[in-house]
């Protein structure tokens, strides 16, 4: 008896867990239809909020996270979608067409965030899971041309940056030439002068103790030898009449 009212209680707890369960899931399904409804009247962030509530009722449910993530990327949080993305594009319990619609809208989500090396890489995984979709195909073209354009620009950048620092170290090594020229100019103009100017002083003392240069009003020497004659007589005829008075001859003349 005791062994049936066991048996009778184990199999009513696992009818009840089932029944929870299967009520939790149907809660799940309403919210993502509810979701869906809202998502197709472009009411996308009232779909995000059904989405996140459904998850929380079923947090493993591929069907919310697929459509948060597409109702997330319309509302331009493409961050959020990505990472949503990530955490189902591997789920081998899905099918490759499901996977490969996943890879694909990562792909979307990574190149809106100008991520494109990882873009490149999922729409390459959406044509491994699905190789008859175009738009992979194409966006995987697209994208794979745009990256190159970037290495390409950043190659010419590069170069022509190289070139700039040539010209500027070339025109800074210019200058600094012209500067060291000009200062060594300067250096022998004023060692010229330097050299100059004792010559110069030197030369004006010849002159002067030469006669080269008389200072203004000063006699000519005939007017000097004319003074001194003069002089001479004077004081010639004073000794004279000294000597008529005293008899003795005085030596009037100088040594000039």
Known sequence: MNGVAKYIAVALLLLFMGGEVSAQQMKER??????????????FEKSVDSYQRA?????????????????????????????????????????????GEVAYNLGNTQF???????????????????????????????????????????????????EQNKDNKEQNQDKQQDQQNQQDKQN???????????????????????GGERPEGAMTPEQQEALLQAIQAEEDKTQDKLKEKAGVLIRGSKNW
Not at 30 to 43: D, H, P, S, Y
Not at 122 to 141: L, T
Request: hydrophobic share 20%; aromatic share 8%; net charge positive.
């Open 30 to 43: 309403g919210l993502v239809r509810k979701g869906n409804r809202q998502f197709k009247r472009e009411q």
């Open 55 to 99: 998850l929380q009722h079923d947090s493993t449910s591929f069907e919310a996270k697929y459509d948060l993530a597409s109702a997330l990327y319309r509302t331009e949080r493409y961050e959020k979608a990505e990472k949503t993305l990530l955490g189902i594009v591997n789920d081998t319990t899905r099918t490759e067409l499901e996977r």
């Open 112 to 162: 809106a965030q100008q991520k494109y090396k990882e873009a490149l890489s999922s729409y390459r995984q959406a044509m491994r899971c699905n190789p008859n979709d175009e738009d992979a195909k194409f966006n995987y073209a697209f994208t794979k041309r745009l990256i190159q354009q970037q290495e390409q620009q950043q190659q010419q950048q590069s170069q022509d940056q190289n």
């Open 188 to 210: 022998e103009n004023k060692q010229d002068q330097q050299q100059q100017q004792p010559q110069n002083q030197n030369g004006k003392d010849n002159q002067q103790q030469q």
